[in-house]
């Protein structure tokens, strides 16, 4: 069983969790959100029996400041041999025309340092251009590819027009930072929300707001054994404002869930200023 997996639900939920002109620009949230996260199931060969934890997500910015996230996702795994805690801090920066993204996620097992990965991402006319710091300096020439919140806001845009399946790529700094992910999305009707949602008292004053229901399958770009099956599968309630809840991350040998229990509403930035 691959722990690194437990750590690349970032950059999605940050996002599903989606830059356009600063016009095109949905009015996303800045929020905090906690999860809890439980095993949803997990097959013989994964070896899992057990899984706990929690993911908290920050997400402050505006279109014309650009945007941050903070998250960190913390699990206790426990299989027939052990019980190994894993912790995963990430902080990532992505300028508002989306051409630049930086990131930092350091990974601790058992409380201790594992992985630290530092870099930024450029995208140029041809394609995407990483520099990395840690572990090591390294320069890496990608496909061309958009960032996270540009990945929330076609997503949003597509299910405000109603498009329910398309396919796209995205660049999150996840694992070793050194390759595009391609996803295909399918979203759902909108869909009224339910009076006994028991995610409710977390959504607060917007538990009775519309969501899409939206799947994303993510396949690994470099990947050439001709195998389409995805490195794994993100489904989850997207709200209009980019905030995403009742979560389901299957990895294929294993699944979790990942359930709001606290929502807090951030003031929203001020408009961005006319240009001269």
């Known amino acids: 069983m691959r722990v690194t997996r437990l750590f690349l639900s970032a950059a999605l939920l940050s996002t599903a969790i989606p830059m356009a002109p600063a016009f095109a620009v949905?009015?996303?949230?800045a929020h905090r959100a906690v999860?809890?996260?439980?095993?949803?199931?997990?097959?013989?060969?994964?070896?899992?029996?057990?899984?706990?934890?929690?993911?908290?997500y920050e997400f402050n910015g505006s279109p014309c400041?650009?945007?941050?996230?903070?998250?960190?996702?913390?699990t206790q795994i426990v299989t027939s041999d052990n019980t190994r805690l894993t912790d995963q801090q990430t902080t990532t920066f992505e300028d508002a025309e989306?051409?630049?993204?930086?990131?930092?996620?350091?990974?601790?097992?058992?409380q201790n340092l594992d992985k630290e990965v530092k870099g930024m991402a450029t995208r140029e006319p041809k394609g995407l251009k990483v520099d990395i710091d840690k572990p090591e300096k390294n320069t890496l020439e990608l496909a061309a590819t958009q960032f996270p919140t540009q990945h929330?806001?076609?997503l949003i845009g597509k299910a405000e027009r109603g498009e329910n399946f398309y396919q796209t790529n995205l660049f999150d700094g996840s694992e070793d930072a050194n390759k595009v992910m391609t996803t295909t999305v399918v979203v759902g009707k909108r869909t009224d929300a339910d009076k006994l949602d028991p995610e409710a008292p977390a959504l607060a004053k917007l538990a009775t707001d519309k969501y899409w229901p939206v799947d994303i399958a993510y396949f690994d770009d470099t990947d050439k054994s001709g195998?389409?099956?995805p490195e794994y599968r993100i489904s989850f309630k997207l709200h209009e404002n980019g905030i995403t809840r009742d979560l389901v991350?299957?990895?294929?040998?294993?699944?979790m869930t990942g359930k709001l229990v606290n929502l807090s509403l951030f003031d929203q930035a001020k408009p961005c200023p006319a240009s001269k």
């Open 26 to 29: 949905p009015a996303l949230q």
């Open 35 to 56: 999860y809890d996260l439980t095993l949803n199931k997990a097959s013989d060969r994964s070896g899992i029996t057990g899984i706990s934890g929690r993911m908290v």
């Open 65 to 74: 400041e650009g945007y941050t996230v903070k998250f960190r996702f913390v």
């Open 98 to 110: 989306g051409k630049t993204f930086s990131f930092v996620t350091k990974s601790f097992v058992d």
């Open 152 to 154: 929330l806001v076609e």
């Open 227 to 229: 195998e389409e099956v």
């Open 249 to 255: 991350m299957d990895y294929g040998d294993f699944s």
